[in-house]
């Protein structure tokens, strides 16, 4: 699907560097769910089929912030020349989850899809794909393709909070993700689906284990 959506400069210069040498950048997150529902994001996360030491190499100014979880911090600035803050993250899938909030390892992976599925709820598993994109001109509005194959758009328009995959497992791998998953009800005045609310009470001694400071 192609929507015309607004990215910061900032975020496409970050996303122009990794395509200019040949690698796949998507805008993946929290963020698509935001501009879809005109709310403006609190952030913009990228992933992508470079790994850290090569965007450490690609971006002028960056931090290696979680390099064992594929995650580096580019600070990029924008035409104002204020500098920003964006979260890059090699396509990833994870091990089991031993702790109720970080997986045991990560394995880097070259498809999106095997990234996207990990992810919490089907909105927030949608990626816009960089890689296609006119990218580091003036104009911030442009019409971007949206790759959405858990059907976050539809649950989006039904206002429905929905697991990817299967909710148990989901929520089991995080602990927060039940505490999420209500405030998120609460927030965008969104139902939680049937089998994902059956879930939560499931999941339980796993958000047990989650400190009251992250909560």
């Known amino acids: 699907m192609k929507l015309s959506i607004s990215i910061p400069d900032y975020v496409q210069t970050t996303a122009k560097m990794l395509v200019d040498e040949g690698f796949e950048c998507y805008l993946v ?5 935001d501009l879809l529902l005109d709310k403006q994001p609190y952030d913009y996360d990228l992933a992508t089929d470079a790994l850290p030491d090569e965007m450490l190499n690609i971006f002028p100014k960056s931090v290696a912030t979680g390099a064992k979880f ?7 600035q924008d035409s104002k020349g204020e500098v920003h803050e964006v979260e890059v993250t090699t396509f990833r899938s994870e091990a089991e989850y031993v702790d109720g909030r970080w997986p045991s390892s990560v ?7 095997n ?3 990990r992810r919490d709820f089907t ?6 794909d960089f890689s296609i994109a006119d990218l580091g001109g003036n104009k911030e509005e442009q019409l971007l393709n949206i790759y959405d194959p858990f059907n976050g758009i539809t649950d989006l328009n039904m206002k429905l909070i929905r697991a990817v995959g299967t909710p148990i497992e989901r929520f ?9 998953a209500c405030r998120l009800a609460s927030q965008l005045e969104f139902d939680i689906e049937e089998e994902t609310l059956k879930a939560i009470p499931r999941a339980l001694p796993v958000a047990e284990m989650v400190s009251m400071e992250r909560i």
């Open 70 to 76: 594929g995650t580096v911090l580019s600070l990029t």
């Open 172 to 180: 089991k791998e995080d602990g927060l993700r039940a505490f999420k």
């Open 29 to 33: 997150g929290g963020a698509i769910r």
């Open 123 to 128: 909105f927030n598993a949608m990626a816009i």
């Open 107 to 113: 394995k880097f992976v070259v498809e999106i899809d």
């Open 115 to 117: 990234d996207l599925g």
